[in-house]
């Protein structure tokens, strides 16, 4: 074991994957010689070349479109897309001809393209560094989505994901990027801080996607988060002093129906929580999914903690967030509740 961050452990994933596969490459705005503008990617392209470790241009649509193309035809691209708010320049390509490619010649082609891009604030980049559109690629048939919140999984997801044959759009939360928070979750870490926070694997390992994560048993009410929000919420329980569990998905689609529905059961209630605005985020749908797989072990109504319906407000970054206050008179009222 190593004591790695988040960083730390997607960069030691891309090295060991272009090692153990010449067909791995990486593509992206200032990957190379800059390293990433999170230093992700720093000192691949010094190891394994120009070729493999591509710089481009400032133009997503084109970025995405040629990988799709590299991957139909062997290789097995990694695109890093600086911020998730840049992505939207990429979007058809990705729901358009990406996501439906399997499925439209029949199984005959496909490309393994991984999507990471970093999400989320927290480090006061305002409307246009800070989004979070996970949401939206859940829609898109064909799509696999997933958002780690631990250096240890973030490593193991991105491993499986460089593998899977089909195309998965790797979130990263930015807010954590340098480790979890260092006290108080709802003000702001030491920005670029490079302490080291969770023991990784320096070898091979994979993690599954499609599997959640239970951080935290409890027996009160069950809690559905995943990124950020899981250290945000196990700050909440414990200030609270609830026997919540924490259900970190880490993974959207696929989704792990089997674990959110035994956790409902036993708690019978359950709260929400994604930094994402309110409508239509994915808190919806885990909201249908429990009150469709749950309805009859339920004990109060579930109840979703998110960020506001507003466009990102950078002068009131950390009201934005859900932080714990709102969290525990989420808890509060899903206890409360006959």
């Given at each position: 074991m ?9 960069n030691?994933?891309m090295?060991l994957?272009m ?7 990486i593509i992206?705005q200032d990957?190379g010689y800059f390293?990433?503008?999170f230093?992700?990617t720093?000192g ?5 070349g ?6 481009a241009?400032?133009?997503?649509g084109g ?12 290789l097995?691209?990694?695109v890093?897309?600086?911020?998730a708010?840049y ?6 390509q990705?729901?358009s001809e ?16 991984t ?6 604030g927290?480090?006061r980049g305002g409307?246009?560094h800070?989004?979070?559109?996970e949401g939206i690629f859940?829609h ?8 780690p919140?631990?250096p240890?999984?973030a490593k193991?997801m991105l ?10 759009i790797f979130?990263?939360?930015k807010?954590?990027?340098n480790?979890p928070?260092?006290?108080?979750p709802d003000k702001?870490?030491v ?7 969770g023991e990784?694997?320096e070898?091979y ?5 499609g599997r ?6 409890g ?5 559905l988060c995943?990124g950020t929000?899981?250290h945000?919420?196990?700050?909440a329980a414990?200030?609270a002093e609830?026997d919540a569990e924490?259900?970190d998905?880490r993974?959207?689609?696929p989704?792990?129906?089997?674990t959110i529905r035994s956790?409902v059961e ?9 930094e994402?605005?309110r409508?239509s985020?994915?808190?919806a ?5 429990v009150?469709?797989e ?7 109504p579930i ?5 506001w319906?507003?466009?990102y407000p950078h002068a009131?970054?950390?009201e ?5 206050a709102r969290l525990i008179a ?9």
């Open positions: 190593a004591q790695m961050n988040m960083i730390q452990a997607l030691s994933a090295n994957m090692a153990r596969d010449p067909d791995v490459i992206g990957v390293g990433g503008v230093r992700a720093d691949l392209q010094r190891q394994y120009e070729h493999r470790v591509i710089d241009p400032i133009a997503e970025i995405v479109g040629s990988a799709i193309g590299m991957g139909v035809n062997g097995r691209p990694i890093e897309i600086q911020f708010d992505i939207y320049p990429g979007y058809d990705l729901a990406l996501a439906k490619l399997r499925y439209r010649t029949a199984g005959d082609f496909f490309s393994p393209l999507i990471r891009t970093p999400c989320g927290g480090i409307q246009t800070s989004q979070s559109p859940t898109v048939a064909g799509l696999k989505v997933v958002m919140s631990n240890y999984d193991g491993i499986t994901a460089i593998e899977d044959d089909d195309p998965v979130f990263e939360p807010r954590i990027y480790g928070f260092d006290g108080d702001p870490a920005p670029w801080s490079s302490h080291p926070k990784v694997p070898e390992y994979t993690i599954p996607l959640a994560e239970i951080t935290r048993e027996s009160d009410l069950t809690v995943y929000m899981v945000v919420c196990e700050a414990k200030a609830v924490i259900v998905l993974s959207m689609v989704l792990d129906v089997d956790s036993k708690t019978g209630r359950c709260v929400i929580a994604h994402a605005t409508f985020g994915f808190g749908e885990l909201a249908a999914t009150q469709e749950c309805f009859y072990s339920l004990e109060a109840l979703r903690v998110t960020g319906d507003t466009p009131f970054e950390w934005y967030f859900p932080g714990q989420a808890f509060e009222k899903v206890l409360e509740a006959a």
